[in-house]
């Protein structure tokens, strides 16, 4: 009896490692997404505060930013911040959709192998019962041959 073996087999598994790959870097991107918007939820909150406390200054006076010490941070600054930090978010949502769109790619071809494998595999268990059976039959057929011929 010959043994199964799927000859597409490295590529089943090239895929698996590929999609391994595809999941953990999906996952950073929304780790990095997560952390620019807790970052622009800060700038926010401090310029919000800070515009509080100082909305009877002008324009052109620095802020104070508390975080670990007072640290004086020009209004145009926090905005550039404010803004540069919205830019990024909407990079990481680019770059998370199309990491989400090449995930997508490799479990569609992922589980394509896993199907023509199990097809194979089921036309393998097809055959070698087909075989069984024919031998079988070939067996009792000589057996029967025999017991004629012998009487």
Same mark, same amino acid.
Do not use: C
């Given at each position: 009896m010959k043994?199964?073996? +799927? @000859?597409?087999?490295?590529?089943?598994?090239?895929?698996?490692?590929?999609e391994? #790959?595809?999941?953990?870097?999906?996952?950073?991107a929304?780790?990095?997404? !997560?952390?620019?918007?807790?970052? +622009?939820?800060l700038?926010?909150?401090?310029?919000m /505060?800070d515009?509080? &406390?100082?909305?009877?200054?002008? =324009?052109n006076?620095? #802020?104070?930013?508390?975080?670990?010490?007072?640290?004086?941070?020009p209004? &145009?600054?926090?905005v550039?911040?404010?803004?540069?930090s919205k830019?990024?978010?909407? !990079?990481?949502h $680019?770059?998370?959709?199309q990491?989400? @769109?090449?995930? =997508? !790619?490799? #479990?569609?071809? &992922?589980k394509? +192998?896993?199907? #023509?494998? *199990?097809?194979?595999?089921?036309?393998y268990l +097809?055959?070698?019962?087909?075989? !069984?059976?024919?031998?079988?039959? *070939?067996? $009792?057929? /000589?057996? &029967?041959?025999?017991?004629v011929v012998?009487?």
């Amino acid at each position: 009896m010959k043994k199964f073996v +799927f @000859r597409l087999e490295t590529l089943l598994k090239l895929e698996e490692s590929k999609e391994k #790959i595809a999941k953990a870097s999906l996952i950073k991107a929304n780790e990095k997404l !997560e952390k620019e918007k807790k970052r +622009f939820n800060l700038y926010v909150t401090r310029a919000m /505060s800070d515009f509080d &406390h100082n909305s009877n200054k002008p =324009e052109n006076e620095n #802020i104070r930013i508390k975080k670990d010490k007072n640290i004086q941070i020009p209004a &145009h600054k926090l905005v550039d911040d404010i803004v540069n930090s919205k830019r990024s978010i909407r !990079e990481i949502h $680019l770059e998370i959709e199309q990491k989400r @769109r090449e995930l =997508e !790619e490799i #479990i569609k071809k &992922h589980k394509m +192998f896993k199907r #023509i494998k *199990e097809k194979q595999w089921q036309q393998y268990l +097809f055959d070698t019962n087909k075989q !069984e059976q024919k031998d079988n039959d *070939e067996m $009792l057929q /000589s057996r &029967h041959n025999l017991k004629v011929v012998n009487g």
